[in-house]
């Protein structure tokens, strides 16, 4: 081979280096165009593109106050120190894999508040069942963070911590308030 063919060739094959390289750097850059809270509580929307077949993961806490008290058959709370302001901490992590290099998705806390929530107050009286009466998250929770990888082993933080609250919700006031009223 010549030399000059040489050379040709040397360059030729830095060229296709150099290419080759260049891509693999831009199938790493993924664009996250959306990482807000949802429209319902617990929740976040993703949306990140340029991620080839890297799986991302959406990490979330929060600390729920669940307000619980005994209830009578009329729907009032009694007077009665038979009421509990009870903290619950929800932690979740979801890996999600992308479909043509992207992950458009919403991520829910998987938190259902309910009565069946209420693990006190005990002792109800006769007639009486325990129910959620409010709940509220703490500070700015629930907190979402989104990281490069699937969940357990991520390489990096994409997007968050994401603070989507304060969330509360009073889903039994009780007649005229009474049960609302046992939680200034």
């Given at each position: ?28 850059a ?12 617990f ?10 077949s ?8 929060a ?5 619980c ?46 009565d ?9 009286g ?16 629930p907190?979402?963070?989104?990281f ?23 889903p ?13």
């Amino acid at each position: 081979m010549s030399l000059e063919r040489a050379k040709r060739a040397a360059v030729a094959a830095a060229a296709v280096l150099a290419f080759t390289a260049f891509s693999g750097d831009a199938r790493a850059a993924f664009n996250v165009k959306d990482f807000s809270c949802g429209t319902t509580p617990f929740s976040v929307n993703v949306d990140v593109s340029g991620l080839g077949s890297t799986d991302v993961c959406v990490t979330s806490v929060a600390t729920v106050d669940l307000s619980c008290a005994c209830v009578n058959n009329s729907g009032s709370c009694p007077q009665a120190a038979n009421k509990a302001t009870t903290p619950t901490t929800i932690q979740s992590a979801a890996t999600i894999e992308p479909k043509n290099g992207r992950v458009h998705t919403t991520v829910n806390l998987p938190f259902s508040p309910t009565d069946a929530s209420c693990t006190a107050p005990d002792g109800c009286g006769s007639g009486q069942t325990v129910k959620l009466i409010e709940f509220a998250t703490q500070d700015s929770q629930p907190t979402f963070t989104l990281f490069q990888g699937p969940c357990g082993s991520t390489t990096g933080t994409l997007a968050g911590p994401l603070n989507c609250g304060p969330t509360s919700a009073q889903p039994f006031p009780g007649k005229s308030g009474s049960c609302l009223a046992l939680f200034p």
